[in-house]
């Protein structure tokens, strides 16, 4: 049987290792060479590799009911639903297989609502170096500069602002508009947070315009960045939310959840033949009862502290620069380092982390990642850190 990696369309540069198993914080090749995951299937394994949660909801899932078309209803999709709308306050969820494709919805969502309730207003606007998939509506909204000379033309009628900058967002209102669409934490940007004053202005300004609040919280919800979804450390509720990577823990489900407000798709506007399917709201909903379950957001707290306590110890010994976000959801400045570098050192010593700026770390571990683990990780990056200002002299 032919193995050649050329038989895939190459879309991004990969180290050639075939990854065949993962358990919990690691994951192995055939020949069984292991590696600590702080990425995890990018902020997506929320319980690890292959829990067992998982793979027994998946097994027996799978026996009973894969699929019943989406012109039904299954038990699987409406207890999900249920479940997430008590967990979230939202009132409505539509089910959709990737983060990318819940954002297309909210934005198809956003101008019909427009239609509806603002003469047909139409524009979103958008933030900076925000990042919300890559179908063509969602690398129009993205404010990544990398992606503004792909695909021409865009997709029209988003207006992208810096981030935290409120007066930048009211200015940017006009009769056209009718949403504000953000991530609380940009995560491909760097981990950059929100601050709680921004976001409750932007909620307060929202309900002044009669415009929708949209979250993005594909990377940061269930439960990475220490709550359940992000907003909730913020005191403000908004219209509509999505959800995706850490969602599945690993399987391919999304959601974009709205109040009933906003809730406004008519029969034919949306729809998907894998959307809601059983099979995969049974994995969510293995994921969200663990992760609503006593103690478990304080012990990701608890986790998330452990780690910036190390980082604190490691921007000392070696002049690193600021930490940040929230929960299991955390970047580092390297100056000085340059990160992809060490992203690629890390690899060889059997260790896996993400570079998403040249001079930031990211480190996404599995929401039940061990003190052990965590100190392992914190052990090797020290030392590549150390190998690295020898190389530099
Ligand atoms: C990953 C991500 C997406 C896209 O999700 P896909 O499942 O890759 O389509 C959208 N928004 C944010 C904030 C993300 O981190």
């Given at each position: ?149 792909l695909f021409n033309p865009k997709v029209p009628g988003f207006t992208k602002v810096p981030y935290g900058d409120l007066d930048a967002v009211t200015a940017a209102i ?220």
């Open positions: 049987m032919k193995t050649e990696y050329s038989a895939l369309m190459q879309i991004a540069a990969k180290p050639e290792i075939t990854f065949t198993e993962g358990k919990g914080s690691y994951l192995y090749d055939a020949k069984g060479n292991r590696w600590l995951d702080f990425v995890q299937g990018w902020a997506v394994n929320t319980l690890g590799h292959c829990p067992e949660v998982i793979a027994r909801a998946v097994c027996a899932q799978s026996r009973k009911l894969i699929n019943p078309s989406p012109a039904f209803y299954n038990d699987q999709t409406v207890l999900l639903a249920n479940r997430l709308t008590e967990l979230s306050g939202m009132d409505q969820v539509f089910f959709a297989n990737s983060g990318a494709e819940a954002n297309e919805g909210a934005i198809k969502l956003a101008r019909k609502w427009g239609q509806k309730n603002r003469n047909g207003a139409w524009k979103i606007i958008t933030f900076q170096n925000g990042f919300h998939g890559r179908t063509l509506a969602t690398m129009s909204a993205t404010g990544k500069p990398a992606f503004d000379d006009d009769d056209r508009t009718v949403a504000i669409m953000l991530e609380p934490i940009q995560g491909e940007a760097g981990i950059i947070p929100a601050t709680t004053e921004f976001l409750q202005g932007l909620r307060a300004l929202t309900d002044k315009r009669g415009l929708l609040l949209m979250l993005d919280e594909v990377q940061t919800g269930v439960g990475r960045t220490g709550t359940m979804f992000c907003y909730q450390q913020h005191g403000i509720e908004p219209d509509v939310v999505t959800l995706g990577k850490g969602l599945g823990g690993g399987v391919p489900i999304a959601a974009l959840m709205a109040k009933s407000s906003a809730c406004c798709f008519e029969y034919g506007d949306q729809g998907g033949t894998y959307n809601g399917n059983p099979l995969v709201c049974a994995a969510a909903l293995a994921v969200l009862e663990q992760v609503s379950a006593d103690g478990f957001l304080s012990r990701v707290q608890a986790a998330g502290k452990r780690i910036v306590d190390g980082l604190v110890d490691l921007r000392d010994q070696f002049d690193l620069g600021e930490i940040r976000g929230a929960g299991l959801l955390l970047a580092l400045e390297t100056p000085g380092f340059d990160a992809p570098a060490l992203v690629k050192r890390a690899l060889e010593s059997s260790l896996l982390l993400n570079a998403p700026r040249p001079h930031t770390l990211r480190l996404m571990p599995s929401l039940n990642v061990s003190d052990g683990e965590i100190d392992l990780m914190l052990e090797q990056l020290g030392d590549l850190l150390a190998e690295a200002r020898g190389h530099s002299g």
